[in-house]
């Protein structure tokens, strides 16, 4: 007897086997350019439960497939009738019907694609946090555009726009900073306190200074690899002074796997 004769990796192994290998194809190649599919613990788990779904539908399928011809004309006629529905619009949801047909791996994945999103938003704050001048994010997104345009040359115009925005509003927080500066400044040279005023035009130019900037830093996320973010690292270490941030240079990963996502 051959290890294919034996009943249970015939009937359930291969069949779940094969169908969690093209489900993770599928997943990896539906999340370039959109985050990492194990970025956090929540995706991997996430990541998992997809796989698992599309696993065990495998093997329903396998021991489902000699009971067919036993199926009334209805039944066919009537899943025949669902598959041919109007399918959902780009952008969209998945309608409730493909959810059940899907037994949930629809929703699954909806909930994965925004938790990667999520990941991805929450990693390019947590990066940020310790720029404290327009001065320290001006060094570090020129040498950021630098590195994004030797490392991903096809992506050279989105690059280039995300740099000007960046740079526009780094520009525009120096100026109001500047200005505050002197307004508050007397004849004997003296500093007063700012008015609240004063306060909220340099928070909020500054605030908007470090979300261009994050933009820029999210394309290096989701186009990037895990390998690359000890390079990231050194760029942010020398924009920030040694004793700027007193926590590890990176976020604290939220997870130990080893993996990195693969580009097929």
């Not at 069949?15 to 990492?36: E, F, Q, T, Y």
């Not at 209805?74 to 037994?103: C, D, H, I, N």
């Not at 991805?120 to 950021?144: I, N, Y």
Request: aromatic share 10%; glycine share 8%.
């Amino acid at each position: 007897m051959t290890w294919y004769h034996h009943g249970w990796l015939a009937g359930y192994a291969l069949p779940a086997m094969l169908s969690a290998g093209l489900a993770w194809i599928g997943l990896v190649r539906h999340s370039v350019g959109k985050g990492w599919l194990l970025g956090s613990w929540r995706s991997a788990g996430l990541t998992l439960l997809v796989l698992a779904l599309t696993g065990a539908v495998g093997i329903a399928a396998g021991l489902a497939l000699p009971h067919l011809a036993e199926l009334p004309p209805v039944a066919a006629g009537l899943a025949t009738g669902v598959t041919a529905m109007p399918r959902k619009r780009q952008g969209e949801t998945s309608q409730p019907y493909v959810r059940f047909m899907t037994l949930g791996i629809a929703w699954f994945r909806e909930r994965l694609e925004y938790r990667m999103w999520l990941d991805a938003h929450s990693w390019t704050a947590e990066f940020l946090d310790g720029f404290e001048k327009s001065t320290q994010l001006r060094v570090f997104v020129h040498d950021l555009r630098n590195y994004l345009a030797d490392r991903h040359p096809t992506l050279g115009k989105t690059i280039t726009n995300l740099f000007d925005a960046a740079d526009k509003a780094m520009i525009h927080a120096l100026d109001v900073q500047t200005r505050t500066d002197e307004a508050r400044r007397d004849i004997d040279g003296w500093m007063r306190e700012p008015t609240d005023e004063e306060v909220y035009q340099c928070r909020s130019a500054f605030g908007e200074a470090v979300n261009r900037c994050g933009d820029l830093l999210l394309c290096a996320y989701v186009h990037g690899r895990r390998t690359e973010q000890t390079e990231l690292e050194t760029l942010r270490t020398k924009a920030l002074p040694n004793d700027a941030f007193h926590s590890p240079a990176l976020p604290a990963p939220r997870r130990r796997f080893g993996l990195h996502r693969d580009r097929t």
